[in-house]
């Protein structure tokens, strides 16, 4: 039995091993941190790289503030657009989202294939036709109806900025021409690609004093795949910070030339009273301090350019431009000398 009994030191060196061996199982058995794990539905596949949505997105961020700005003096108030979000999903769930009745737009965007669509929020479309109409500040909350002729007449303004200004946002990348197919108040009903297809979906939250809603822009991946090499960040950028050639600059100087601008000749300038404005009836005479030998001022799109004189041409009115405002004054003829 005394051969059985163990020391003090014996059983603190036992313990000792006991201990390091438990410490080394934990070692061994510490479980692997996990990989990260993306999971991939086969049935929303992920067709639009990211370079092309970071480009849709900072095209679109611009493309707001700029409809913001013509929205507001359309209406007169301030009304802020947001980018939100350009995500991917199927087109049945893009329809499924929606409500119903809303102001869904089916819209042609040539030279890309098939259809877009553009729906507005009755949430934020009926506050904005009420203020077209001289409604007052009232949020209350918008019947669920579908939209009445004159309603869709004015709604046809918002799209026609909304379009004017998607145009301008993508000139950069392409020439787009923009038009309003038809309009539904059941989404439903408008099928323009199967349900399974992927679709890019633009949000943006639209804020008009203590109401906001959405409008989304739908655009489906069939449209869009023959340019997406376009929306790469490289090419955008390019297109954003091409400096100026040759061919460009001629290009703007022909686009220039082309371009109408207003003339308009002064005749004379006088002062009147308010009085005498009022009492003024057909016939009457308003005497001027211009001399006849003076020559007259001509303006281009406002502003002082020409001196000229007034004649006839080939039965019709005519100025005859004679000097350009600005230029030096002419040199004295000798007959003048010594004259100031």
Same mark, same amino acid.
């Given at each position: ?5 163990l020391?003090?030191?014996?059983v ?6 006991l ?7 934990k ?13 991939y ?8 790289g990211?370079e092309?949505v970071?480009s ?7 493309f707001?503030?700029?409809?913001g700005?013509a929205?507001?003096?359309l209406?007169r108030?301030i009304v ?8 991917q ?12 009745p809303?102001?869904?737009n ?8 098939g ?6 929020s009755?949430?934020i479309l009926y506050?904005i ?8 500040k ?8 579908p939209?009445?002729?004159i309603?869709?007449r004015?709604t ?5 900025i ?6 301008? %946002?993508?000139?950069?990348?392409? @020439?787009l *021409? #923009?038009s309003?197919? !038809? +309009?539904?108040?059941n989404?439903?009903l ?14 943006f939250?639209?804020?008009l004093?203590d109401v906001r ?12 795949e ?8 490289n090419?955008?950028?390019?297109y954003?910070?091409?400096e100026a050639?040759?061919?460009s600059?001629r ?6 030339k082309?371009?109408?601008?207003e003339?308009m000749?002064?005749l %004379?300038?006088?002062h009147?009273? @308010?009085? *005498? #404005?009022?009492?003024? !009836? +057909?016939g009457d ?11 007259l ?13 007034p004649g006839?041409?080939k039965?019709?009115?005519?100025i005859?431009?004679?000097s350009?405002l600005g ?5 004295p003829r000798?007959?003048e000398?010594?004259?100031?």
């Open positions: 039995m005394s051969g059985e009994v020391s003090q030191a014996e603190e060196s036992l313990l000792s091993a201990e390091g061996g438990a410490r080394s199982d070692v061994a058995k510490a479980p692997k941190p996990k990989e990260k794990i993306t999971l539905d086969f049935r929303r596949p992920e067709r639009v990211k092309q970071n849709l997105q900072t095209l679109h961020e611009g707001g503030r700029n409809f700005a929205l507001s003096t209406l108030s802020e657009v947001k980018l939100t979000s350009v995500d999903l199927t087109y049945s769930e893009f329809v499924f989202s929606l409500e119903n809303t102001c869904f089916l819209l042609k965007a040539a030279p890309l294939e259809h877009l669509i553009l729906d507005i009755p949430t506050p036709l009420d203020r077209l109409l001289g409604g007052g009232d949020s209350s909350v918008p019947t669920r109806r939209l009445t002729e309603e869709l004015l046809g303004k918002i799209t026609g909304f379009l004017e200004e998607l145009r301008r %946002a993508w000139q950069n990348v392409l @020439t *021409e #923009l309003v197919v !038809r +309009v539904e108040s989404p439903q408008v099928q323009i690609v199967p349900p399974n297809e992927v679709v890019v979906l633009i949000g939250e639209l804020t004093g809603g959405m409008m989304n822009l739908c655009i489906p991946f069939n449209s869009m023959r340019m997406a090499d376009k929306l790469t960040v090419s955008w950028t390019a954003r910070r091409g050639t040759a061919d600059m290009q703007t100087s022909e686009n220039i082309r371009a109408t601008v003339v000749v002064e %004379a300038t006088t009147i009273t @308010t009085a *005498e #404005l009022i009492g003024l !009836r +057909v005479v308003i005497s001027t301090d211009h001399d006849l030998n003076h020559p001022r001509v303006h281009v799109s406002g502003s002082p350019k020409f001196l000229g004189r006839m041409l039965g019709h009115k005519a005859r431009v004679e350009v230029e030096p004054a002419p040199v000798k007959d000398k010594g004259k100031r």
